[in-house]
Every structure is written in C-alpha cells, then in structure tokens.
C-alpha cells in the first residue's frame, strides 16, 4: 500500500521514515536523479516521501518510490566530488548555527559562508554564541564584539552554555512547532544542546582535540528527532568545510545583507565592489558601516577561494 512519510534518518542506502507514528525502513528502487540538483545523495532528511509498505510486522519494511517537491534544502560541497552537493536536510524552517571562538574555532570566514548558502536557499539563520563560560574576558569581549557584526545586519544571535539548560529558554521558545537543523563544526556543542533541550534523546558527544583544537565526529548522519511542543530538530554531522555551490560572481553580493541595499547607489551595474570607482559598498566599508571581516569574506569567495574552515 502506498503511503506518504518523513525521512528521519539517512544513512546513504536505507532511510528511516515516519508514517502515522510508525518508522519503515526503507531502501528506494532504481536510480533517483531530481532536476537540476547533482547531489551525492538523492534522499536527505526532511524529504517527504512516497513509499509502498512491505511488511508491517515487527520490523517494518518499505521501498521509497516518489519525493515531493522540497520547499528548501540546504547543502555543502561533497568530500570527494568537489563538483557535486550533498543536501544536508531539506524542508526546514531555521537553521541554528553554533559558534565558539575557542575549542575549536569558529572563523568568521566560515560564518559568512554558511550565511552566503542559507541567504541563497532562503533559510532562516540564528547564530548560537556557545561555551561562554570558558572564555576570559577579552575572549567575552572579542566574542560580543563579533555578535554584534550579525546583529547590525538583523541576525538573530544568543550566548548560551550548552550544558545548562537554563540558558537555553529563547531557542526553545524560537523553536517551538517548527522544523530546525542544528550545524556547526565538530565539537562546537550541537549534541550537548541538544541533550539538554531534550535529555531523552542521549545523543552521543565527545571532548575536543587539545591538540589541533577539532571536535571528533560525533554526528556521523544526519537525524530528526520529535521534541515537545511540536518542534522537530535534525542533528548534522560536524562540517569542518563549508562551501559555497553555483552562486555567480555577480550574485554574490545580494547574498551579504548589508551589500545588497546599497548596491543600486554604485555608478555600474555590475559592479563587484573591488576596484571600480564610485561603489557605494566600498564607500560604506572605507565609513566603518560594513564591518572588514564581512568584506575579507566577501572577497575571498568571489575569489572562490578553496582553502575554507
């Protein structure tokens, strides 16, 4: 009988989808291709799909056999095939990237980015300022200092301690009802949060490389799991690269918020804010509105830089 569920779970061969509170193991038949996507992966979590039920036994069985057309996806660059995407999560309404400035790293090239892709694919972004209680006070100092960068250009951003779950009352209350992909590299404190939002879930985490500053892999698939109140989260595996995917040079700028409103005042059309005179963009980096680490970002992806953490 043909059925319409959820993936849950994806693990590159099987998928785990919900349907009518129940999980099917499914496996999809033949080869799926969707238009215009080259993706490694043809089914990711959030994708609702059409699947005939093979058994409803114990272990229950199925073979996924349509996707519905998906509302949005967001991606990263392939490991191994640099000219092919693989879709993270799809159908989803705000992603919650982590960020710590030590133990590992955050760099704001790497924000940019991320923000660069979730612009692009019209996804809602918070920014998570986490591990606050390890830094000292300049770290606070230079971590509020980078806060404010993305919230002068109308990004949502908290401070939270993962681990104390009283420090976590605004994201609950942004997540309710709603479907939210958590991100961010390895070791940043995504299972941690999650396991203090939602003790139940026991997601596995682990300690930081001293060494290189790396957060181990703890994630090794993506995973959505039910919370109270409605809301729904798919845990990522930790992205040490995050790339941006088939966004033109001249297109790029629309994708920073603070270039996009000011790029009608340039003298040319296609101005790409580097060396052509009268560019409103450079006129606002030169008066201290745009902030130097958002256009070195800028740069470096127009520059399609490969070198990204």
Not at 243 to 248: A, E, H, K, S, T
């Amino acid at each position: 009988m043909r059925q319409k569920g959820v993936v849950y779970c994806s693990t590159g061969s099987h998928y785990r989808v919900k349907f009518n509170g129940a999980f099917y193991d499914c496996r999809i038949k033949g080869k799926f291709r969707i238009k215009g996507i080259k993706s490694t992966n043809p089914i990711a979590v959030g994708d609702r799909v059409w699947f005939d039920r093979e058994s409803d036994g114990v272990k229950k069985t199925g073979v996924i056999t349509e996707i519905e057309s998906r509302q949005n996806y967001i991606v990263r660059k392939s490991v191994n095939l640099s000219k092919q995407i693989h879709i993270i999560a799809s159908n989803i309404d705000q992603v919650f990237l982590m960020i710590t400035l030590k133990t590992p790293p955050t760099f704001p090239t790497f924000i940019d980015r991320f923000l660069v892709t979730s612009e692009a694919y019209e996804i809602k972004t918070v920014l998570v300022f986490n591990k606050i209680d390890l830094y000292t006070p300049q770290e606070l100092k230079d971590m509020r200092s980078l806060k404010g960068v993305y919230e002068k250009i109308g990004y949502d951003c908290y401070e939270v301690v993962a681990k104390e779950v009283n420090s976590l009352g605004e994201i609950q209350k942004t997540m309710a009802k709603k479907v939210s992909v958590f991100s961010g590299h390895s070791g940043v404190g995504k299972s941690t949060l999650l396991n203090s939002l939602s003790p139940g879930l026991d997601l596995k985490t682990s300690n930081v490389s001293a060494q290189h500053e790396q957060g181990q892999h703890t994630t090794t698939f993506a995973e959505m799991f039910d919370l109270d109140g409605g809301a729904k989260i798919i845990d990522t595996p930790g992205i040490k690269g995050f790339g941006v995917v088939d966004i033109q040079k001249e297109e790029l700028s629309g994708y920073f918020t603070e270039f996009s409103v000011l790029r009608s005042q340039c003298k040319f059309n296609n101005c790409l804010h580097t060396t052509e005179p009268q560019c409103a963009v450079k006129e606002a980096l030169e008066a201290g509105e745009i902030a130097q680490s958002r256009y070195k970002s800028y740069l470096q992806l127009l520059d399609n830089d490969a070198t990204y953490r």
